[in-house]
């Protein structure tokens, strides 16, 4: 016999169990790997040879950004979540109205929570929409977040961002928060960022809000440090895209063959990161009847993570049809989560 824990019992009484308050919609194409295949084959075309970052985040991917965040190098997940352990609350009250809460590369959403905690001690009910390429990802925190709150209705998409935006936009919302933390806007050059948050704009109405969490310039040693941690886990996550290759493509990429580069390129503000191929080698990737060459040395790139200054992101937001109305900063002055009202 289960014994239900008494709490449980009312909760079940009086609230519609998780599955009946999480709808998620499953954009991610019908046929996944056809992306993947398109976007490796151009890639690897490419001169210099790059892969696109949002291919990180498989299943281990998704699990191995989860471990990079627990590293003590890697700074920016610990100091926006201080931010929002001190100003949640500021931060919700700066945005008038009940909130429909949307996030962009939601990812856990373990800091989120500090978000709809303080959203829910204004508003009795709260829709969250959160938005990632990762299926798995959504899935595994709608459902966590569900059984802390019974108060939270999911209304989920796993899409790329531009398609999750066009959903967005078809659905009329309340007053809406949006989230776009991790300082996952780090990964768009600017002409990209302009268009993304142009295109974020565009879904949101005048007063609505957008928090960007944006990392900030700072001694490149510590910056350096963050990408390239003492356990590897970082560079377990950025081989993983070979990994990825291996298993869905057909590949025959041996990791050993390769090592992973991260460094700082000051005059672009930017931490620069590649997967070095250590020796001169042909790899064939079957599902694309394809074999491509690497030179010893040569370098594909992966990611690049752009480092703001406050100036900076007021620009951002005014090229955008944004006014940055407020930052908060975390002790150590190393990240920002930055307010910006739909003008
Ligand atoms: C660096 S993680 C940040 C996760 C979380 N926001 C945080 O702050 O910890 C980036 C997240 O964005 C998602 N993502 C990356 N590229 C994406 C894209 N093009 N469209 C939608 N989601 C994407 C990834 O799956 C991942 O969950």
């Not at 899935?139 to 790329?160: G, N």
């Not at 005059?267 to 042909?282: H, V, W």
């Not at 620009?315 to 908060?328: D, K, M, Q, V």
Request: with cysteine; proline share 3%; hydrophobic share 40%.
């Amino acid at each position: 016999m289960v014994i239900i824990p008494r709490e449980e019992t009312r909760l079940a009484q009086t609230e519609p169990a998780p599955d009946q308050r999480l709808y998620i919609h499953n954009l991610v194409k019908r046929d996944p790997l056809a992306n993947l295949a398109d976007d490796v084959r151009k890639g690897l075309a490419a001169q210099p040879k790059r892969f696109l970052p949002k291919y990180f985040y498989d299943e281990l991917g998704s699990q191995l950004f989860e471990a990079i965040c627990l590293l003590p190098e890697y700074y920016l997940t610990r100091a926006e979540n201080e931010i929002f352990q001190r100003y949640a609350g500021e931060i919700v009250a700066a945005v008038d109205d009940r909130i429909t809460l949307v996030e962009m590369g939601s990812g856990s959403a373990s800091k989120t929570r500090l978000i709809i905690e303080a959203i829910l001690q204004r508003q009795s009910q709260l829709v969250f929409m959160p938005v990632d390429i990762s299926r798995t990802a959504i899935e595994s925190s709608s459902r966590i977040l569900l059984q802390s709150y019974p108060k939270l209705t999911i209304d989920a998409y796993a899409a790329d961002y531009f398609t999750g935006l066009a959903e967005l936009g078809k659905k009329p919302r309340k007053r809406t928060l949006a989230l776009f933390l991790g300082s996952n806007i780090s990964n768009f050059d600017i002409g990209e960022a302009l268009r993304f948050l142009r295109a974020l704009r565009s879904v949101l109405n005048k007063g609505d809000a957008l928090l960007l969490g944006a990392d900030l310039k700072k001694d490149p040693a510590i910056l350096e440090a963050a990408y390239n941690d003492a356990l590897g886990v970082t560079s377990a996550f950025n081989l993983n895209v070979l990994a990825r290759i291996n298993r869905e493509l057909g590949g025959t990429f041996d990791l050993h063959k390769f090592k992973h580069v991260a460094f700082y390129n000051e005059s672009m503000g930017r931490i620069e990161i590649y997967i070095e191929s250590l020796f001169t080698q042909t790899v064939r990737i079957e599902k694309l009847d394809l074999e491509v060459e690497f030179a010893a040395g040569e370098l594909i790139h992966t990611e690049n993570s752009y480092k703001y200054d406050l100036a900076g992101i007021a620009r951002l937001a005014e090229e955008t049809g944004f006014a940055c109305s407020r930052t908060w900063l975390d002790s150590q002055e190393r990240f920002s989560s930055n307010l910006l009202l739909a003008s």
